[in-house]
């Protein structure tokens, strides 16, 4: 039998989204990257530090905020794309205000007791206005992270994207190139008051997704937040490793060396851009499939996933091995320190793309409370083993620990999707028995 031709146009077709995907958040990834690099090589470490202290402690905070929601949302309403219907408007307003309202919740927190903690993140004084800096890249993030979701659900996933990871750094890094930026003070509210118009502009594009008239999909609040809590905890863990990286750089080394460690961690992060960009596309399909009752579809697309994982990422992830040096230079001269960091942290996360979409799999077919225990396990392990690596091991035990955590996550939820659902993530397939139940 000769073999088959394999149509480029089709292959493109066929993955047009994916790739779309990819190239957004690369293209979001190359934006922050370049931001780094700008910060880094005119105000040094320590700015690249405060910069990325505060912004980071705001987006992990966002996902405490709604990270299980938004998870929820992409699951639930989904559902009005497989009915050919539009959302509920009110369905969609009780989303944005339970957001909001946990936002709120954190902010009242962070006013009332956040000077502490930052003194403790900056070892010493808080920079000015970092309390409503920070504040206000939370609101907006949750805002972002929100609505995104909204329209990746509906299948807008190019625009979703844009809205969650594109606009604000691309916004921020015009603002720092074209020099209107005296120091890191001013880029940190350059990006608060972009992430609050971003969040603007997402609300009123979600808008015509959803409608008043009979026959919408009503999705109620209870519901959403019944399938949001367990997630939440997954939505923590995911996003909790480079900031608790980062945050026990700062506050037991000091703002220099959690520069350092987050140029590393950021370059790393790279690959990052193959797990959300395609997982932000299966994660409706799967849902879509699993509501359909269709796993060998599941087991498919959880096949597909993994396999674009790595094919992306190998060969991404040897070249910043290899040229480590060469990259961190980038930044100036002082963060070739960070060059065998950055070498540990890569191949953490290569492994851990590598491994395919197993949690996310878990938390779109149902089993919300296996990911649970598997998160509250794992961010256990983390919590306490990562200032005992940086007392230990300085900035190689951070990177070694933040490595090991979350590729033993991974590990777990891929002999959990094995053993629960039958889906082999690497090969596409399911067990007979379990796909026929």
Same mark, same amino acid.
């Given at each position: 039998m000769a073999p088959r031709k394999i149509d480029p146009r089709a292959l493109l077709k066929r993955h047009f989204q994916s790739f779309m995907s990819l190239a957004i958040r #690369?293209?979001?990834?190359?934006? #922050?990257?370049? !931001?780094?690099?700008?910060?880094?090589? @005119?105000?040094?470490?320590?700015?690249?530090?405060?910069y990325a202290v505060i912004t980071q402690t705001a987006m992990f905070l966002s996902v405490v905020a709604v990270g299980g929601i938004d998870l929820a949302v992409t699951r639930k309403f989904s559902a009005a794309v497989a009915q050919n219907v539009l959302i509920e408007r009110r369905s969609l307003m &009780?989303?944005?205000?339970y957001s909001l309202m946990f936002a709120g919740i954190l902010v009242a927190v962070i006013y009332n007791g956040g000077t502490p903690v930052m003194k403790l993140m900056? &070892?010493?004084?808080?920079?000015?206005?970092?309390?409503? !800096?920070?504040?206000?890249?939370?609101?907006?993030?949750?805002?972002?992270?929100?609505l995104g979701a909204v329209l990746r659900s509906q299948k807008a /996933?190019?625009?979703?994207? +844009?809205? %969650?990871?594109?606009l604000i750094p691309s916004i921020v890094l015009a603002y720092i190139a074209v020099g209107l930026a005296p120091g890191v003070e001013q880029v940190l509210w350059m990006t608060a008051l972009t992430g609050l118009l971003v969040g603007i502009a997402a609300f009123f594009t979600c808008l015509p997704y959803s409608t008043n008239k009979p026959g919408a999909l009503h999705v109620p609040m209870r519901e959403i937040l019944r399938v949001a809590v367990p997630l939440w905890g997954v939505a923590i863990f995911l996003n909790i490793a480079d900031w608790y990286g980062l945050a026990t750089a700062s506050a037991t080394l000091g703002i /220099? %060396?959690? #520069?350092? /460690?987050?140029v590393a961690a950021q370059v790393a992060g790279i690959l990052s851009i193959?797990? @959300?960009?395609?997982?932000?596309?299966?994660?409706?399909?799967?849902?879509e499939a699993h509501a359909a009752g269709n796993m060998n579809r599941v087991a498919h697309l959880a096949g597909q996933a993994t396999r674009l994982s790595a094919f992306f990422c190998l060969p991404v992830a040897l070249m910043i091995f290899i040229f480590a040096g060469p990259v961190l230079d980038i930044f100036g001269p002082e963060f070739d320190q960070a060059t065998t960091v950055l070498r540990i942290v890569v191949v953490g996360q290569a492994i851990y793309t590598m491994t395919g979409p197993s949690g996310l799999l878990l938390a779109m077919t149902g089993h919300e409370r296996t990911n649970l225990v598997q998160t509250i396990g794992s961010s256990a392990i983390l919590l306490i083993s990562a200032p005992l690596?940086?007392? /230990?091991?300085?900035?190689? #035990?951070?990177?070694? +620990?933040?490595?090991?955590?979350?590729?033993?996550?991974?590990?777990?939820?891929i002999w959990s999707v094995r053993r629960l659902t039958g889906i082999n993530v690497f090969t596409g397939t399911i067990k007979e028995k379990v796909a026929a139940s």
């Open positions: #690369g293209a979001s990834v190359a934006a #922050g990257f370049a !931001v780094t690099v700008l910060i880094g090589r @005119m105000f040094g470490p320590e700015a690249n530090g405060h &009780k989303i944005i205000a900056f &070892k010493g004084e808080v920079p000015q206005d970092a309390i409503p !800096v920070l504040i206000l890249i939370m609101i907006s993030r949750t805002l972002t992270r929100m /996933y190019i625009w979703g994207q +844009c809205i %969650e990871v594109l /220099y %060396e959690a #520069g350092l /460690y987050r193959i797990t @959300m960009g395609l997982f932000s596309i299966f994660s409706p399909q799967f849902a690596a940086a007392q /230990y091991g300085g900035l190689f #035990g951070i990177a070694i +620990c933040m490595s090991l955590v979350v590729i033993g996550r991974n590990l777990a939820s």
